[in-house]
């Protein structure tokens, strides 16, 4: 059944973070560089999108609790997976396949619990990160006028991404966590490109990031705004993810409602890091705030972002089968 479809029939849970999960396993170096990248001349460690080459059991048994825990769609472990993000490790030549493989272990599980129950059929969802730079601001404040990355690297980038995710198994693609529209407006771009060149039909999301209570992202635009700059594009959903919690969420996914021509997407972090960076939100009390969109109807996918675990999504899910999917006011293609 076509995803479309059954996005007006039901909301589809998507799954929570891969990195909290990641942290639970008490990695070393030489997990990162397995026996393949034993002689790599730089530090690895703390590169979780390389699990997918060098501990893929990790990756998959990830993907296997999220989908146990009820998520219809499952996130790539490719969140930087980028030649720009992957610079900081020397390991811009393995891009391609990093996306190829992470994809093919997601499908491979995916496709697996599909099969178990046909009723229930799962997507992944190629992730693809911002990058760690940024097109519309400089870095450097005594020189506003300087960026250190151009709209053509990050479309050189991201398509190289792309095609590895898509050919890796991926049915959907997902451009998330934007905080600078001008990164996302790159990636689209790429998307659409390596699509056209391909032949290729693939569904496309993307998810912003409001990073404080000013309610803008991080280069300067509303939720309202950065919703026009991407509507050119025929997407499959827009939302909002990271950076809040489901309570400070709320607002802004509520102008995502009232405009978006498109299905909606949230997964907002387990309420706000503490001191220490970590997540203190209990699944039971994410799952009572996020009902407040359920009876709303501002969403069609929901999961969890930072701080997020299959305890957290299972709640999500069994939540999300109560309640009707948000109605897009225009029929989406």
């Known amino acids: 059944m076509n995803i479309h479809d059954i996005l007006k029939e039901r909301i589809l849970v ?3 973070a891969m990195g909290t999960m990641i942290q639970k396993h008490t990695l070393e170096e030489a997990d990162f560089r397995g026996e393949r990248l034993k002689d790599h001349p730089h530090p690895l460690k703390g590169n979780n999108d390389l699990l997918s080459l060098t501990r893929p059991d990790i990756i998959e048994d990830i993907h296997r609790q999220y989908l146990e825990a009820g998520a219809d769609i499952i996130e790539t472990n490719t969140f930087s997976g980028t030649t720009i993000a992957m610079a900081d490790y020397h390991l811009e ?19 697996a619990f599909t099969q178990r129950d046909p009723s229930k059929p799962r997507f992944v969802a190629g992730a693809m990160g911002p990058t760690n730079r940024t097109a519309s601001l400089s870095p450097d404040v005594n020189n506003p006028g300087y960026r250190a990355v151009t709209f053509d690297d990050l479309r050189i980038a991201y398509k190289e991404q792309a095609k590895g995710l898509v ?9 998330e966590t934007v905080f600078d529209t001008l990164n996302a407006k790159a990636a689209l771009f790429a998307v659409q490109e390596y699509l056209e060149e391909s032949g290729r039909e693939v569904p496309i999301m993307v998810s912003g990031t409001i990073t404080d209570a000013s309610g803008r992202t991080l280069s300067g635009q509303t939720t309202e705004a950065f919703l026009i700059s991407v509507s050119h594009v025929p997407l499959l959903s827009v939302g909002l993810n990271c950076a809040l919690g489901a309570n400070q969420l709320r607002p802004y996914l509520q102008i995502m409602n009232e405009k978006a021509d498109f299905f909606v997407s949230a ?18 009390e994410m799952a009572a705030q996020v009902e407040a969109y359920l009876k709303e109807g501002l969403v069609n996918i929901l999961g969890g972002c930072c701080g997020t675990t299959p ?9 999300a089968k109560k309640y009707k999917p948000r109605k897009v006011k225009q029929e989406v293609a």
């Open 14 to 16: 998507l799954d929570g």
């Open 93 to 111: 030549s393995i891009v391609y396949e990093l996306n190829y493989e992470s994809a093919r272990i997601a499908k491979a599980v995916a496709d």
């Open 167 to 175: 050919e890796g198994g991926s049915d959907l693609l997902l451009i």
């Open 267 to 284: 997964y907002p972090n387990a309420g706000l890091p503490n001191e220490f960076g970590h997540y203190d939100q209990t699944p039971d």
């Open 311 to 319: 305890e957290h999504i299972r709640k999500i899910s069994e939540l």
